[in-house]
């Protein structure tokens, strides 16, 4: 870990709790969209080099999350693995490394995939590393949950590292939650446990 991910490891609580006084935690929410798309029909290749279909996952809720190795949110890396094995085998979650913001995701997916295991002993699936935000490289999961008319109801690309979208057992996407909004927050667990 470099000096730098120790200090933003240090500074992240204090954020949290400062985003929290401030009301700054936003938890947008809508369960009445229907998707014009199929969540189910949408795949990734993983950081090992693997396919993952999400068609695999009907039954599941999955957790979308757009991450970096160098950001001041990169602690959550922690609560997200601690949400992953406290939910087995109800909750998927699915990282997607990107370098989208800041340049804080520069490294090779082998350098992101052992960064995230070595300091966070992260097991969840790791994307191999893609564009998230709106543009001619947007990756197509993500394209879907950005497009109203793909997911049902929701136009709101990631404002930062760690946004995070709950897609439910029915491939339904039915939660945004801001980056500022930790994995373990009670209104995550709320919508995962609904």
């Not at 590292?161 to 439910?168: G, R, V």
Request: aromatic share 12%.
């Amino acid at each position: 870990m470099t000096v730098r991910q120790q200090i933003l490891r240090w500074i992240y609580p204090l954020f949290v709790r400062f985003k929290k006084l401030t009301g700054a935690n936003k938890i947008i929410e809508n369960n009445d969209g229907k998707p014009g798309s199929s969540f189910y029909d949408l795949s990734v290749c993983l950081n090992n080099g693997s396919e993952l279909e999400f068609s695999s996952l009907k039954g599941k809720k999955v957790l979308i999350v757009n991450t970096a190795s160098n950001c001041g949110y990169t602690n959550q890396y922690s609560e997200l693995q601690q949400l992953y094995e406290e939910q087995k085998p109800k909750l998927v979650i699915v990282a997607f490394p990107a370098n989208d913001f800041k340049e804080q995701e520069a490294g090779s997916d082998e350098e992101i995939a052992s960064f995230c295991q070595v300091n966070y002993g992260v097991t969840f699936p790791l994307v191999k590393k893609s564009v998230v935000i709106k543009g001619p490289e947007q990756n197509p999961v993500f394209r879907w949950l950005t497009e109203k008319n793909s997911n049902g109801w929701n136009d709101r690309q990631p404002t930062w590292n760690f946004s995070k979208y709950l897609i439910n057992e029915n491939g339904a996407l039915t939660h945004f939650f801001d980056p500022a909004v930790s994995p373990l927050d009670e209104g995550v667990l709320k919508a995962i446990n609904a």
